[in-house]
């Protein structure tokens, strides 16, 4: 059987075959980053070229414990998909970043930074992470404020209103700062500027169990909350600050360029003319 219709919906040659008025077929790749296949150069070192064939979207699955298909490799390496994704994103300005499944076991605060990388588009990553600063501030001053209600109910649900915001700053925060330290770091220098970096993270982590300790053991609660906030405001001013010294480059998340789009075709009748030749 031969499907035939009007010579005017035909498509030629390198053209768009249209499914829907106004749109065209969006083509992603699934990339294989499990199996003897995951190799840089097929992970991302052809992914600028996927973006110039035009495929619109790259995707990766997600998994606990990989099991090859039987039309896969018996290898069992598998590249995490979300440190793929990020490769990738680094390297194209157009194509869509997907992931295929996200297994629970993931926590919130890593799936929910990819949401806020794509709000970032077209921002300054200093202006995120002052933004996460703000989040911060205000999250201590909710915990402030829970202290002064008079039920334990009201006191419960600010707390968890106020863990749930904080989330929220420490999602601003994660995919900016780092990124900033890997722009402005020379290439024979990175690894120390990461090092530096994520020792400086972690005094707050050793320090704080102390200090808390220590001023609500003495009926402190309420200064250090105060102190708390007071010092996410100030850290977010001097986020600020920085910006100005950084370079455009390192600091400003670039745009996704516009899609051109091709001038609709005038509507025509798609039915299609079903004719039988050499007895298909």
């Keep these: 059987m031969t499907m035939t219709s009007d010579a005017a919906t035909r498509p030629t040659r390198g053209e768009t075959l249209d499914l829907t008025p106004g749109r065209g077929t969006l083509v992603g790749v699934l990339l294989p980053h499990f199996g003897a296949e995951s190799t840089w150069e097929r992970l991302v070192g052809f992914a600028p070229r996927l973006e110039q064939l035009g495929y619109r979207s790259v995707w990766v699955r997600d998994q606990i414990n990989y099991h090859p298909h039987g039309f896969e490799s018996r290898s069992s390496r598998f590249v995490d998909p979300f440190m793929t994704l990020s ?32 709000l970032m588009r077209g921002h300054t990553r200093t202006g995120a992470a ?19 209600l008079p039920s334990r109910l009201e006191r419960a649900a600010v707390m968890v209103l106020a863990l749930g915001i904080m989330g929220l700053g420490a999602a601003l925060l994660s995919p900016t700062l780092v990124a900033i330290v890997n722009d402005i770091a020379p290439n024979n220098l990175r690894g120390r500027y990461n090092a530096v970096y994520h020792i400086s993270a972690q005094v707050a982590p050793l320090l704080a ?7 609500l053991g003495h009926g402190l609660g309420v200064p250090l909350m105060a102190a708390l906030s007071g010092a996410s405001l100030a850290a977010a001013g001097s986020t600020l600050w920085f910006g100005r010294i950084v370079p455009r480059s390192a600091n400003l998340v670039p745009a996704p360029e516009p899609q051109r789009q091709r001038p609709a075709k005038p509507p025509t009748d798609s039915t299609p003319t079903v004719s039988f030749a050499g007895g298909e």
């Design 87 to 118: 490769a990738v994103g680094m390297l194209t300005r157009r194509v869509i970043l997907g992931t295929a499944t996200v297994v629970t076991f993931r926590h919130p605060l890593v799936v929910s930074q990819l949401f806020v990388l794509r």
């Design 130 to 148: 002052a933004l996460g600063g703000l989040v911060l501030a205000i999250t201590w001053g909710l915990i402030l404020a829970a202290a002064f």
């Design 209 to 215: 169990p102390a200090v808390a300790g220590w001023t």
